[in-house]
């Protein structure tokens, strides 16, 4: 970023001398000095991404001001700063500097600054604004443990500065982390961890929905694979919890005897803290689920003055058989979907209520076994079609 005196500022400085050689004979009150004031070399300079979409920076500087009234100015070139953003701030001493307003020269990249102080002063200011074309974006490595039960866990962040701008020395403040008296210069490409590398609580699983996965593989050419999951949890008792973790790119690698061996890799969405994370890294054929309907029964009719259906209830039961190949146990999860107003009548195992009309059962399949999964509810008040056109 350029700091200089336009040449819009001389002529206001020649102005300033004008006006300091008739000082002799204009009356006190108006023989207070004018001076531009140069913009120093920034103190420090710090960069912020805790907005989702803006990035924030903050420089503090040590202005030398003298006794009245002070232009400031502040000016850029090539550096994608958001104008209406600007804001100078003073830090010390509290009392005494006053900011009295802000003027935009016309066709410049610039500003000016009109402070006034009660006497000659150096006084550390803060200058913050948005800068546009310095991004950042969240990336994760996982390295799953032989037993599969942990994994070290590292977050980090890679940032493309695009803005014009030398960043150098400073400092990167983020959600959960930051980094110190660092340099990104301008058009550079930056990867940085983010924070130490944690062991992470993990559980391998099976989920299988029944809105997405075929129900019935027999008709199927292939058989069709089950996304397989490592299930964690953002929070303190897993390893994570000290900040959300954004959504980002995640790579998972798994131990083995000659280093590591790639797993698969994913997008994981953003995740507030104590709240469950599904790493979904492809999808496992030594599970086969076989859904059936095998019960659909309308009960409890009620109909219109014209004697026409309009209303009814429905019994409901799907027999699900499920058969594990695998020479060790599973943890597998069935996701069903039940529209509408229910109760559940029946279930050979045991469910949980996730939304008003999704379930899962939980289930752990022993090795090289067969299971057989039945419930049966009750739908209510089902409209028929022509009711539902008349809704509408």
């Known amino acids: 970023m350029n700091y200089c005196v336009s040449t819009w500022s001389i002529y206001k400085f020649a102005f300033t001398a004008a006006l300091m050689a008739t000082s002799v004979i204009l009356p006190h009150s108006l023989s207070a000095r004018v001076k531009l004031v140069a913009i120093p070399e920034r103190a420090n300079l710090s960069v912020s991404f805790h907005h989702p979409h803006h990035v924030l920076v903050q420089e503090s500087r040590v202005l030398n001001l003298q006794e009245g009234l002070n232009k400031v100015d502040f000016s850029w070139r090539a550096v994608s700063i958001d104008p209406t953003s600007v804001q100078i701030h003073v830090l010390e001493p509290d009392k005494g500097v006053t900011i009295l307003n802000t003027s ?5 990249s610039a500003l000016v600054w009109e402070l006034g102080s009660d006497r000659a002063r150096d006084a550390k200011v803060r200058i913050t604004y948005l800068l546009h074309q310095l991004r950042k974006e969240d990336f994760y490595q996982g390295i799953l443990a032989r037993d599969e039960k942990s994994m070290e866990f590292r977050r980090f962040i890679r940032l493309f500065n695009q803005s014009g701008e030398e960043l150098s020395p400073v400092d990167l403040r983020w959600n959960g982390g930051q980094v110190n008296n660092t340099s990104l210069a301008n058009g550079e490409v930056l990867d940085k961890l983010a924070e130490s590398p944690v062991r992470v609580k993990t559980m391998k699983k099976l989920i299988w929905d029944a809105a997405v996965q075929p129900w019935d593989a027999e008709h199927l050419q292939s058989t069709p694979g089950i996304p397989l999951y490592y299930m964690t949890s953002n929070s303190v008792s897993h390893g994570l919890g000290k900040a959300p973790l954004p959504g980002g790119k995640t790579r998972i690698f798994m131990e083995a005897t000659d280093g590591v061996a790639f797993s698969g890799e994913t997008v994981i969405p953003f995740t507030p803290t ?29 109909r219109n003055n014209q004697n026409q259906i309009i209303l ?26 039940i529209d509408g107003y229910w109760k559940m009548n029946q279930s050979s195992h045991p469910f949980r209520r996730r939304e008003a009309s999704v379930i899962e059962f939980d289930l752990v399949l022993k090795p090289e076994s067969k299971e057989t999964l039945t419930f049966t509810y009750q739908r209510l008040n089902v409209e028929s079609d022509r009711v539902v056109r008349m809704r509408k």
């Open 312 to 337: 009814w209830d429905t019994d409901e039961t799907f027999n699900v058989e499920i058969e594990n190949f695998k020479k060790e146990p599973v943890a597998l999860t069935m996701v069903q979907h």
């Open 274 to 302: 104590d709240q469950e994370l599904a790493i979904n890294i492809g999808q496992s054929r030594e599970v086969k689920v076989t859904q059936r309907k095998i019960k659909d029964e309308r009960t409890n009719l009620r």
């Open 104 to 108: 935009y020269p016309p066709n410049e």
